[in-house]
């Protein structure tokens, strides 16, 4: 079976690189150890290969139903896989040790997870989910609300989703209109209907524990009215123990064109299927405060929007090995000097084009697994660093490169699934390979957990403006710092940070001519085009980093890394000059059609 990561790229990266051993000098990771980082990311390679990938296709090719009795019917394979990883411990990787987690750092998790991701997207979502509802309520929740659903979420025996979008109200959370009524018990009453709920339903674990957004009597109009709740699907018992059903009910299955492992569901709160005795709705528990709902919502969703780009770069990251993996076996055509007919056919990956798509597909995961890592080293750097100021920045810089780890990754990984499909050729195109569904896996990514589009919108209207642009500045900064060291190894690393650092002023001369129209609607028109600018920009700096850190190391593994760094600044870099010079001209082409003339 063909590796679905490479363990030497996460080793480079983590160790080489980011020096995450170092973390290991700080209060909470100190009982680790880099061979205790090594052990988590074995034995996360191990079952993800041994039970995870192994019914992926199985998954995908039998997709949930649901049975007239409103339950959920799946194949086997997936609670297996599912326990398994429950039994491991690692769903509670990086909690507290109060919670019974193992304080590992968030860096080491994220790399973890993504051999789950890469081995089966399905399965991997319901633990995904999970692992960041818990940390919504580690974050936010009260002491009863973390031993009735953080404590057997981290155990395994819960799993946990996140309840946003309805079916009249999409990405807009402004228009949901699911009601909370508080009762005299402090428990509220909820009525409503939500969609595209991920894991929303099954029979996979004892309870399922939904966070649901609603809207609360006295907030006022719009997002400023939401509250977010706890609302299990099986109420807790006195004892602690799972209780009587609430008024949860599957309504029905989405059909999707990938990740059909996962349920993903339309679910009815308080329409009286289920509802206990006397009561009416189904019954939530307040998270924090009301009216604050969609603030404390940010802390799962920033956290998921960087895990679905882990998503997409595991599934580019397993497309492109698989296909490296297929190019060296498949033999078709001749050298181009070849002149005898009857000459043997040549592995195809002999053959300049299949070696640019490779290129291509390892210059995309290469470059964004850098990005994401290193977005999760900012996490762990925010959560424990001592020094305040130091802190603050790691905060900053994730908002600001957000939007940028979940888009870039969902969309140019995706064409590295794109080019697997091509370098397979017809038989990519089939069912008997993997990379047709790895494509259909991944195209989710660039619409889930806020479209590309709203990516876009955040990242121009709100992450480079917000603080009058302090964290663009500190961007800046740090592409600046990297450029001056890559300029003192001259060669070709001097020259990219050359190329970057003409790049990088032009993005922020252009950011500045959008913030400084007072037309809002023409600023923002061509966000998306913006996002993919800065968004190349940004992996041609990781690629630098990267750069930085193969200085004196000799070998295949270090020089296929400067190799794919020549490619992205040859043949990738280039393509934001054209883009940036249309953002600059303040384009009104899509403004201007009338949507009559479609």
Not at 15 to 24: A, G, I, K, M, R
Not at 235 to 243: A, H, I, K, Q
């Amino acid at each position: 079976m063909t590796d679905v990561l490479s363990r030497r790229d996460i080793d480079f990266l983590l160790y080489e690189w980011l020096d995450v051993t170092s973390l290991t000098s700080r209060t909470r990771f100190a009982e680790h150890s880099k061979d205790t980082f090594d052990a988590v990311l074995d034995l996360s390679a191990d079952i993800a290969h041994k039970h995870f990938a192994t019914h992926n296709k199985k998954a995908d090719a039998q997709e949930p139903t649901m049975r007239p009795d409103g339950t959920v019917d799946m194949i086997d394979e997936v609670k297996t896989a599912l326990d398994a990883y429950a039994t491991s411990g690692l769903i509670a990787g990086q909690f507290d040790e109060s919670v019974g987690g193992m304080q590992l750092p968030t860096t080491v998790a994220r790399a973890a997870m993504a051999w789950f991701q890469a081995a089966n997207a399905g399965t991997a979502a319901y633990p995904f989910l999970t692992i960041a509802n818990a940390n919504l309520i580690a974050a936010y929740g009260t002491e009863q609300q973390i031993d009735d659903y953080l404590r057997p979420m981290l155990e395994g025996r819960y799993f946990g989703t996140m309840c946003l979008s309805e079916p009249q109200a999409g990405s807009s959370l402004a228009d949901i209109t699911t009601r909370a009524i508080p009762q005299e018990d402090g428990s509220y009453r909820l009525t409503g209907t939500k969609m595209w709920i991920s894991g929303g339903d099954h029979e996979l674990t004892e309870n399922i524990v939904h966070l649901v957004l609603a809207k609360t009597p006295g907030g006022g109009p719009g997002v400023k009215g939401i509250s977010l709740f706890i609302v299990p699907k099986f109420l807790p018992g006195t004892d602690g123990s799972v209780g009587e059903r609430n008024d949860v009910t599957l309504m029905g299955l989405n059909h999707k064109m990938g990740n059909r492992g996962t349920t993903n569901t339309l679910l009815a709160f308080g329409d009286g299927t289920h509802s206990p005795a006397g009561q009416s709705g189904a019954v939530g528990f307040l998270v924090g405060q009301e009216h604050r709902g969609l603030s404390y919502m940010f802390h799962m969703m920033n956290e998921a929007r960087i895990g679905v780009g882990f998503l997409a770069i595991s599934l580019g990251y397993v497309g492109y090995l698989k296909s490296l993996e297929y190019s060296k076996v498949r033999t078709q055509g001749r050298p181009l000097e070849a002149k005898n007919p009857s000459s043997a056919p040549v592995p195809i990956i002999e053959h300049a084009d299949v070696r640019r798509m490779l290129l291509a597909q390892k210059s995309y995961v290469e470059g964004a697994l850098a990005l994401g890592l290193y977005c999760s080293w900012l996490v762990d750097e925010h959560d424990t660093v001592e020094d305040a100021a130091t802190a603050d920045e790691a905060r900053l810089l994730l908002d600001v490169l957000t939007p940028i780890a979940k888009s870039w990754p969902s969309q140019w990984c995706l064409e590295a699934n794109s080019l697997a499909i091509q370098v397979h050729g017809g038989y990519g195109y089939t069912r008997d390979y993997d990379v047709e569904q790895h494509y259909r896996d991944n195209r989710l990514n660039p619409i889930h957990e806020g479209t590309h589009g709203i990516q876009g919108l955040d990242l121009l209207g709100r992450k480079v403006t917000m603080h009058d642009g302090a964290g663009l500045t500190l961007l800046g900064s740090k592409v600046a710092e990297t450029i001056e060291r890559s300029r003192l190894l001259g060669g070709d690393t001097a020259r990219y940070a050359d190329e970057l650092d003409v790049v990088w002023n032009r993005v922020v001369e252009v950011t500045t001519i959008l913030r400084s129209t007072s037309d809002t609607a023409t600023s923002l028109a061509n966000s998306s085009v913006y996002l993919e600018a800065f968004g190349h920009t940004v992996i041609a700096w990781m690629w630098l980093e990267q750069l930085t850190a193969v200085v004196g190391k000799d070998g295949d593994f270090y020089d296929g890394k400067r190799h794919a760094a020549r490619y992205f600044y040859r043949h990738e870099l280039p393509k934001v000059t054209p883009q940036l010079d249309l953002l600059a001209s303040l384009d009104r082409t899509t403004l201007d059609m009338n949507p009559n003339w479609f």
